[in-house]
């Protein structure tokens, strides 16, 4: 706990690692990488789950049992990782190891610099939020790193507040096998912060949380809304770039800020 590495063995077909920690909570920390096979845990609270890695990152092992981390019990239930140098892979193979699977309705994935990489798994009818999702801390000269969060599953996500110091943010909540409609597989935003260019993509509509403010800030923004719409009549997107604002819905459009010198 809190030195050298965690190394949690998948052989890439039935045999892997399991963490299963029933009603109780599960707090795992290393000072290097925490390589991760699957850690579960029915326990209720927003502390269900949390790993740490203090001087490395937290990665994927493998996926031979599903879900690398999964607390969803109640939609009460939530996973902390905090990372120093990244969450979840960028050049794996198979692709499928590339992200940290999860399946849980509050999130917090924090690193001080590197890439961000999470699928998540959700229940219809159990929203998501995503409280934190940063790379480094507001400061444009620290953490460098992308963020990529794609959600299946059907249920609507709230991104509270995900900021990197310099990359790219690319939010998606979209899911083939689930029926579309304005009111599902919804994208609510409330702070998106990226320094080259924020794309979010709903299968439902994308809309603000109704706190004044910037919703969205980047050189370059994408947001589509395949079968919803894009805000809400009373209750614009706002925006902010200095180059460029793509909009693509299903639906009605209603943003607000727009091009700013840059």
């Known amino acids: 706990d809190g030195a050298g590495f965690i190394t949690m063995t998948d052989d890439g077909a039935t045999l892997e690692s399991r963490i299963d920690s029933n009603l109780g909570t ?133 991104f509270v507040k995900v900021d990197t110091d310099s990359g790219y943010v690319l939010l998606t909540n979209v899911d083939p096998t689930i029926a579309n409609g304005v009111d599902s597989k919804v994208i609510k935003v409330g702070d998106v912060t990226a320094t080259t260019t924020a794309t979010i993509i709903a299968d439902g509509s994308i809309i603000n949380d109704g706190i004044v403010g910037t919703d969205i800030q980047s050189p370059v923004a994408t947001l589509t809304a395949n079968y919803g719409t894009i805000g809400k009549w009373n209750m614009p997107v706002e925006v902010d770039v200095n180059g460029a604002l793509y909009v693509y819905a299903g639906g009605m459009v209603n943003t607000s800020g727009g091009i700013t010198e840059g």
């Open 26 to 158: 599960v707090s795992m920390s290393a000072a290097g990488d925490v390589t991760l096979g699957q850690v579960q845990s029915d326990n209720t609270t927003a502390n269900a789950i949390k790993i740490v890695s203090t001087a490395g990152r937290i990665l994927d092992g493998g996926d031979s049992l599903g879900d690398d981390v999964i607390a969803n019990a109640a939609g009460t239930s939530g996973v902390t990782l905090e990372a120093a140098t990244g969450i979840g892979n960028v050049l794996v193979a198979p692709a499928a190891n590339q992200a940290i699977e999860m399946a849980t309705p509050n999130i917090w994935a924090d690193t001080t610099t590197g890439d961000i990489n999470i699928n998540n798994w959700s229940v219809v009818g159990q929203p998501v939020t995503v409280h934190s999702l940063t790379v480094g801390d507001g400061d444009t000269t620290n953490g460098v790193g992308n963020i990529t969060f794609n959600q299946t599953g059907g249920a609507d996500v709230y």
